[in-house]
């Protein structure tokens, strides 16, 4: 069963935005720390922003003030609204949720391209 599902990826040229959404059941997302996650060709899974779910947040020096992560509980789904975007930003983008149990989407890929 799919539990976290994104989309909003795709392919953008630098300096422009996208806007991710990741919608999780109601139970997951109701209780959960959520986050999204990157993982480039290469490169090991880094932490992009996560968001509780009293809305306390946090963002990887790398994104922080370029990067929003919001959710809406009552639509169980999380964002990340991405502005200024760089070809550095290039990588498969994965939902996140944590409670007792871990749980991943399958990904979105974000290309920028230069």
């Known amino acids: 069963q799919v539990q976290l599902v994104e989309s909003g990826g795709g392919l953008v040229q630098a300096g422009g935005s996208l806007r991710l959404s990741c919608l999780a059941s109601?139970?997951?997302?109701?209780?959960?720390?959520m986050g999204w996650y990157r993982q480039a060709p290469g490169k090991q899974r880094e932490l992009v922003a996560f968001?509780?779910?009293?809305?306390?947040?946090n963002y990887a020096d790398s994104v922080k003030g370029r990067f929003t992560i919001s959710r809406d509980n009552a639509k169980n789904t999380v964002y990340l609204q991405m502005n200024s975007l760089k070809p550095e930003d290039t990588a498969v983008y994965y939902c996140?949720?944590?409670?007792?149990?871990?749980?991943w989407g399958q990904g979105t890929q974000v290309t920028v391209s230069s």
């Open positions: 996140n949720a944590k409670n007792f149990w871990e749980y």
């Open positions: 109601r139970t997951i997302a109701g209780a959960s720390v």
């Open positions: 968001i509780t779910v009293h809305g306390t947040t």
